[in-house]
């Protein structure tokens, strides 16, 4: 059975920083591309970060220089290295794998709280 787990989620203050983790299963290899999405109160999930099989990765632009994405094949898990965090990145952060035909998996989420 496919699942993504999500942990590391917390509340911190402006300019701290928080890791993600997304365990899969069976094999983070179920999956051609893997992304953090995150889902803001009253916004839509909005793409952070993804990273294809070959490792090329993409950042939203709001992201770049603060976030950074990775992932330990054998440990079948997937990071998201969030520093400087800022007010606006408080969300539900969501893992996601986008497998063939079309098929797509998500976590449950894990809440982001950056506060002062």
């Known amino acids: 059975q496919v699942r993504l787990v999500e942990s590391g989620g917390g509340t911190v203050q402006p300019g701290e920083s928080l890791r993600l983790s997304c365990v899969v299963s069976p094999s983070i290899f179920s999956f051609n591309v893997m992304g953090w999405y995150r889902q803001a109160p009253g916004k839509q999930r909005e793409l952070v970060a993804s990273?294809?099989?070959?490792?090329?990765?993409d950042y939203a632009d709001s992201v770049k220089g603060r976030f950074t994405m990775s992932r330990d094949n054998a440990k079948k898990t997937m990071y998201l290295q969030m520093n400087n965090l800022k007010l606006e990145d408080t969300a539900v952060y969501y893992c996601r794998g986008d497998r063939a035909f079309g098929t797509i998996n998500w976590g449950q989420g894990t809440q982001v709280t950056v506060s002062s």
């Open positions: 990273i294809t099989n070959s490792l090329n990765t």
